[in-house]
């Protein structure tokens, strides 16, 4: 595979963006970026692994590393954003070939574990579901989301190295920065390069699309909450440059963080006068945000999503639930007080 043809203006000397294909509930490609390191090399994030093709993926990911000058051989360290299994999933074949590190931040542990124990994750799930009043023949089909990916997942594997933020990386003589940025995901984080003024983002910042942020118990209770305020941190950093987890290099960093705080305030409000006019379900509030998915990973994000959004207001004190005879929690308004959009913006 060649390395993708940077839009001008957007390369950076020893950073190669490779798409590796996925294939996945509409996910079509994820970015792995090769750093180069003298005779060594580092890799962010490293695609799925392919049940379907006779070398598991890694043809691909060895195509871009060449066209970067190196080899599979030269992997020393790999660096994962996050531990969703399309930037994670070949990370233990990997290790396996090379002996390299994986660096992973330490709350990765939790998905860690959902994907040792699957059973219980869904599980988890339908109870989640059955508690906001989705139906018993649908929430056994959204609890599969897990099951969809994890054939692309060659084994779990934890963090040699555990990251928590903060920490620097010595890279080709580079000095990067880990910047711990949860919302996304419990556990992601991005790099920075505070020299070049380059952002290595994974999910949380990308070209078009809005991350999404899901609710999951035992996770975090205000992930939402969490994002906003990672986007405000990377904000104060003024990135001249993001290379995402999906899509092409972009600039502008602050212009489109302030485009994503506007959508989530948007939505916010939205879910803050639907419970104003008469208490809802999550169901029905998922309703309201989009057109009912016809897919079960569009559904299961609407109403993870939805969660996500709620959970802000609760903990904000604008909304509150109550259990309806029917052992359904429904939502209902605390407040009569807009939220306030610009302090949010300010990040005040």
């Known amino acids: 595979m060649s390395s993708p043809v940077e839009p001008p203006g957007t390369a950076v000397e020893g950073v190669t963006r490779v798409a590796l294909p996925i294939g996945v509930n509409a996910v079509e490609s994820v970015n792995m970026y090769v750093l180069a390191d003298g005779d060594r090399v580092t890799i962010t994030d490293c695609g799925?692994?392919?049940?379907?093709?006779?070398?598991?993926?890694?043809?691909?990911?060895?195509?871009?590393?060449?066209?970067?000058?190196?080899?599979?051989r030269d992997v020393s360290r790999i660096l994962v954003t996050h531990a969703h299994i399309d930037h994670y999933g070949l990370a233990g074949r990997l290790m396996e070939l090379t002996g390299a590190e994986l660096s992973m931040h330490a709350m990765t542990?939790?998905?860690?574990?959902?994907?040792?124990?699957?059973?219980?994750?869904?599980?988890?799930?339908?109870?989640?579901?059955?508690?906001h009043g989705v139906s018993e023949a649908e929430r056994m089909d959204l609890a599969d989301h897990l099951t969809r990916w994890l054939p692309y997942l060659y084994s779990v594997v934890e963090a040699s190295r555990r990251l928590r933020g903060d920490e620097q990386i010595e890279i080709g003589g580079d000095r990067w920065e880990v910047v711990h940025t949860p919302g996304h995901s419990l556990g992601h984080v991005c790099l920075w390069s505070p020299v070049r003024e380059v952002l290595l983002s994974g999910d949380h910042l990308l070209p078009g699309i809005t991350p999404p942020v899901t609710f999951e118990r035992g996770?975090?209770?205000?992930?939402l909450r969490s994002y906003l305020d990672s986007l405000r941190r990377i904000a104060d950093l003024g990135p001249r440059l993001v290379y995402p987890g999906h899509g092409r290099p972009f600039g502008d960093a602050v212009g489109r963080i302030e485009a994503i705080l506007r959508n989530k305030m948007r939505r916010l409000e939205k879910i803050r006068r639907a419970v104003q006019e008469r208490p809802r379900t999550v169901t029905e509030l998922a309703d309201l945000l989009?057109?009912?998915?016809?897919l079960a990973h569009q559904r299961q994000l609407a109403i993870s999503e939805t969660l996500a959004h709620i959970a802000y207001l609760r903990w904000s004190g604008a909304v509150e639930r109550r259990t309806r005879p029917d052992g359904v929690y429904e939502w209902y308004a605390t407040g009569d007080a807009p939220l306030d959009v610009a302090g949010v913006l300010a990040g005040s």
């Open 109 to 131: 542990d939790l998905d860690c574990e959902k994907y040792r124990h699957p059973d219980t994750a869904r599980a988890r799930l339908r109870d989640t579901y059955a508690d």
């Open 290 to 294: 989009v057109a009912k998915a016809i």
């Open 219 to 223: 996770f975090d209770a205000d992930p």
């Open 48 to 72: 799925v692994w392919r049940p379907d093709l006779p070398d598991g993926g890694l043809g691909a990911l060895a195509d871009g590393l060449n066209g970067a000058g190196y080899a599979l």
